[in-house]
């Protein structure tokens, strides 16, 4: 097996650009936007009715100027509005200077007032470049934004070879954010397509370039990542770090969730490096993935040391799932035994926090402090009656609600929605039997104390001696 480098990088000299030309020109659909690019004179003019392109009329009637986004002022009706203090019938009543007087869209001066790109001063390549990154966001939906291009062709260094030679886009001077943000989207489309033209395979190595292998960020984005980087050198067992880069490159899943993908295989490979079968997975067996499942289950943020939360462990448990079913199936662990596979049976995650069922307390100590100091006051003023019920029995049904949600540290909705057989005594040891409707687990028990169970048996009596009125069977 060879030796993979930790990520590949492109060649530091694009002295060849004449071929590189030529490749994107191959690459170029010569009927794009036949509407608005015009391939003799290479000049760009917007469509306004084009809704993949962003360009709109002066809100002012008169004006036959164009703008970046709707309902705007070009800057010379705007700079007037302002002198006239934007009186109300401005757009309806101003008349604007004379076209010819008008400050050109194109360094070349044709046809002022119009929103327009010239690629006519550029090189071969950086013509071809540009006209790849544009037919490629094009696919993806972008919007063309001719004022955008203009200033990034304007602001282009002379003598300029490549947009690849460019560096960062903060090389170009005074420039919005959104154009730095072009420019670097057009970088990162051009490294990806360098990657193709040099024949360079940028999931060699054991550390991948998102920007250069394509995957899409995320499952909603609906374009490559352009930035980021997956290791897969966490991953210690060279066989089994070979099986998640195949799965990548065959299922090409979402960056996000190759990175899941290649974490939880961290937690197997170290959970199976201590096994004599680490690196000879011809010799893997169940009692090996029994070891792996184990390693998930009490699994820990390596970020910050947290314990996952049973959810996210049953979450990597179906990410580690996915990645076997696609090995077998690919034909990666023909040499590994069947029995290494995940049973039903045997291994399994619980889909809901254990922590929900143990007693706790919400309420901080000193809150509690004070709270019991002036539990005698609760409902002490009141003089609500109703259904036969006294301010003093509401008082108490009050009290008891807060000393279980004291003690036992239940959710308000869970104490007040116990039933009148919500204790439970096992081996002379109480038991609250509650529904945690949260999660829509329903008769829990959770073990209390003698105490707590006998404050519940107080009010329980109580209750049994007033009127069942409004309140329902609790």
């Not at 154009?179 to 033209?197: E, G, I, P, W």
């Not at 049953?314 to 023909?334: E, I, N």
């Not at 009148?420 to 028990?445: E, M």
């Amino acid at each position: 097996m060879t030796v993979a480098h930790d990520y590949v990088e492109l060649p530091t000299s694009l002295v060849t650009l004449p071929d590189w030309a030529t490749w994107l020109a191959d690459q170029l659909d010569l009927q794009w936007r036949t509407g608005e690019w015009d391939p003799g004179s290479l000049l760009f003019t917007a469509d306004l009715d084009n809704p993949r392109t962003r360009a709109f009329s002066c809100r002012v009637t008169a004006c036959d100027a164009v703008v970046e986004s709707p309902a705007s002022h070009c800057e010379a009706c705007r700079a007037v509005s302002a002198r006239r203090g934007h009186p109300p019938d401005f757009d309806t009543t101003h008349t604007p200077s004379l076209p010819a007087v008008r400050q050109p869209n194109v360094g070349d001066g044709l046809q002022p007032g119009r929103s327009q790109f010239a690629l006519g001063d550029l090189s071969t390549v950086l013509r071809a470049e540009i006209l790849y990154c544009l037919q490629r966001r094009d696919e993806e939906d972008r919007l063309v934004v001719p004022a955008m291009m203009r200033r990034i062709i304007r602001n282009l260094p002379p003598r300029l070879s490549s947009l690849l030679d460019l560096g960062t886009p903060l090389s170009i001077t005074h420039l919005p954010k959104s154009t730095y943000s072009l420019v670097n989207d057009m970088q990162v489309r051009l490294r990806r397509a360098r990657v193709q033209y040099d024949g360079v395979d940028p999931t060699l190595g054991d550390t991948w370039d998102c920007a250069l292998v394509g995957l899409l960020s995320a499952p909603n984005r609906r374009y490559p990542a352009a930035s980021g980087h997956l290791d897969f050198r966490p991953i210690r067992q060279r066989w089994l770090r070979e099986i998640v880069k195949e799965y990548g490159r065959a299922v090409r899943p979402t960056v996000s969730e190759l990175r899941r993908t290649v974490n939880v295989t961290a937690f197997a490979s170290n959970a199976l490096a201590s096994r004599p079968a680490a690196e000879r997975p011809q010799t893997l067996a169940l009692a090996d993935m029994t070891l792996v499942v184990e390693a998930i289950e009490i699994a820990r943020n390596p970020k910050d040391g947290s314990a996952y939360s049973q959810a996210q462990r049953k979450a990597m448990l179906g990410w580690w799932r996915r990645l076997l079913q696609y090995a077998r199936l690919a034909g990666l662990m023909d040499d590994i035994p069947g029995v290494f596979a995940l049973s039903p049976e045997l291994h399994g995650i619980e889909a809901v926090d254990t922590t929900e069922d143990e007693s706790g307390r919400a309420i901080p100590e000193h809150v509690i402090a004070q709270l019991d100091q002036y539990l005698p006051l609760m409902s002490a003023d009141s003089t609500y009656k109703h259904a036969g019920w006294q301010a003093e029995d509401f008082a108490a049904m009050y009290q008891e609600v807060y000393r279980i949600i004291r003690d036992t540290g239940r959710r308000p909705e869970e104490a007040t929605s116990l039933k009148r057989d919500c204790l439970q005594w096992i081996d002379g040891k109480p038991s609250l039997i509650y529904d945690n409707r949260k999660r829509r687990r329903y008769g829990r028990r959770l073990p209390i104390s003698p105490e707590t169970a006998r404050h519940i048996q107080q009010w329980q009596k109580h209750r049994d001696s007033l009127p069942g009125g409004f309140v329902h069977d609790s």
